[in-house]
């Protein structure tokens, strides 16, 4: 045997000695950890599938109670909402109740629907944005069905500069100042609502023509 050959089966032996020790070593772990990043995997897989299917079934039960209230069933379109409350998967339990509260004020329940929206904006656990909403949509059902101190509680914080909300707020907080006779009070918000380059243009038409009206009539002199 040649000296070349031989170191060549020294070095083959010491490498495969060191690959036997390396998997006595660690071959068991390598093999855990394979198992676990398949368990994963698969772990992984089912929850986007189970995820999937439940926000898709919240997604349909949801369109039909929208079917049943645009119908005019609004019993049935709150018994579906109310049961995607306490079922429904995802974003949906919040939409259902902002819905119900909805069809609560197309059936002429104002009180009823101004508790559901006072419920939504009192939840800490919804998103900001939406206890706002429910807050406006409270306040602008009450400037028919209640006093200017029921609006003002529930949307002067939304009339702050920076609020999204405030063109609506302003304006809710207008017409109900204006109904009970602070005709100086909604006068300036109106005026608020027009000048506000940010607000939409209906609106500012509509705060344009009440000032116009206010102005007229000589109730804010």
Sequence with gaps: MSDDSFFREVNEEIRQQRARDLWERFGP??????????????????????????????????????????SGKPDEALAALKALETEGYGAYPVLARM???????????????????????????IPAPIRDMARLRAGLVLVDHGSYEDVSKRVEDLTADTNTLRHAAREALGLSAWKEGKAGDALKLFEQISSDDGAPRNARERATLMSELIRGSGAAS
């Design 99 to 125: 819905r119900s509260a909805t069809v609560l004020v197309d059936k002429g329940d104002f009180d009823s629907a101004v508790k559901a929206f006072d419920a939504v904006a009192a939840d800490t656990a």
């Design 29 to 70: 772990a390598l093999i855990v950890l394979a198992v676990l990043v398949v368990l994963g995997t698969a772990l992984f897989v089912a929850y986007e599938y189970w995820t999937g299917n439940q926000a898709n079934r919240s997604g349909d039960e949801f369109s039909q109670a929208l079917t049943l209230a645009n």
